[in-house]
């Protein structure tokens, strides 16, 4: 399998702030990626590289193969609009639908007319006035309708309704499915968008943490919990990422699968155990302390 | 829809085979397709296809050429007697821990058991 997007060691710096550090992955052409981490993790830092908008301090990341900076045919095969994206003070829904396709080659009247009915996006009102909610669905119209091969999405549920979000959901899969492409999105609703999903990636710190297959992200960690003393024992000499207690009581979550045997050791001292679910192991990568070991899993070129 | 245990393909296989075992799709008849299942679900596309070929590998459900995805003959059966070999793991093995909870004997399971089973349903 081809990748879409190959990004070699990269870092950047802004003044004495480290936003990445050295960062290598890959997304699979065709694969929907989700791109998960805290405030300020460096997620559209990666996205303003992989958009030509922003260069790394050092590493190479490449879209298609080519370096997208200043390259205007891999840029024409990008759809990124921020999640702050700011428009000229006059702007009304009419002036984004007319100068859009010119930027996006694949552009679909169809779909833009679809989502802006479905997303109610009101037409005589400036774009400057528009509420968070109607920001994010301007930005999903020219992120679905572009149909670029590298769709980045980022953050593109900010202050959308529900109703919105599902409208979203069900024309994203419905129109990859009919003109696959690449699409990586970014987002703290973790649990409702999970299933779109063939990959995952967790950044914290500007450093990846995991990069996997969707179905291998729910064998990355476990959570143990019941008696403190239990959960103690049980957990010497594992990799604990996040703990929580109160009282008596007292969870652990754990890098790496569950032993049957431990799952016995923890039934006879009266513990728990399950497999973390993806927004608790993002939540668990999010409170960790940042010298702590990489996951990386999953067959790439 | 989706639950935290196992992978997501793993859930959608097992849904589609309740589907067959409980005869919402008889055998010889189509099942939706991937790409429907991952539209109803909001799933990804690829990972509804291996949850759909997890059946197809197991001779549940077989392709027709430009029609879709059908449910094979003898489909049920082989749900049904992989059930049953689940059954025990599943059902029983969970029922005998909570009994030794509860402080139930296993004569007093027994005439449980037999109790319910005489109630019209």
Redesign the interface.
Known sequence: MTNAVDIRSISRSFGRTRALEDITLSVPD?S?CGLFGRNGAGKTTIMSILAGQDRPTSGNAKVFGEHPFENSSTLSKISFVRDNQRYPDDYRLHHVLRIAPRFAPNWSVDVAAELVDGLRIPAKIPIKKFSRGQLSSIAIVMGLASRAPLTLLDEPYLGLDITAR?LF??LL??D??AHPRTVILSTHLIEESE????RVIIIDRGRVRVDCE??EA?NLAFTISGPADAVDKLSTNRRVLLTHAAGGLRSATITGEASDELVLQARTLGATI??A?LPELVAAYGADAPESTLIKKGARA | ??T??????QQLAAMIADGIVNGTYLEETAVPSA?DF??F???????ASKGVNTLVDLGVLYKKRGVGMFVASGAREILRAQRRDEFRKKYLQPLLRETAVLGITTGKLHSMIDDEGQDPR
Do not use: Q
């Not at chain 2, 935290?4 to 393909?9: A, R, S, V, W």
């Open positions: 065709g929907i599902a959901h069900d899969l419905r990859y499915s299933a779109l999903f063939d969707r179905d729910s399950s497999s679910s | 829809m989706f935290n245990e196992g992978p997501i393909f790409t991952a539209a679900h909001r799933m990804n596309p690829a990972t």
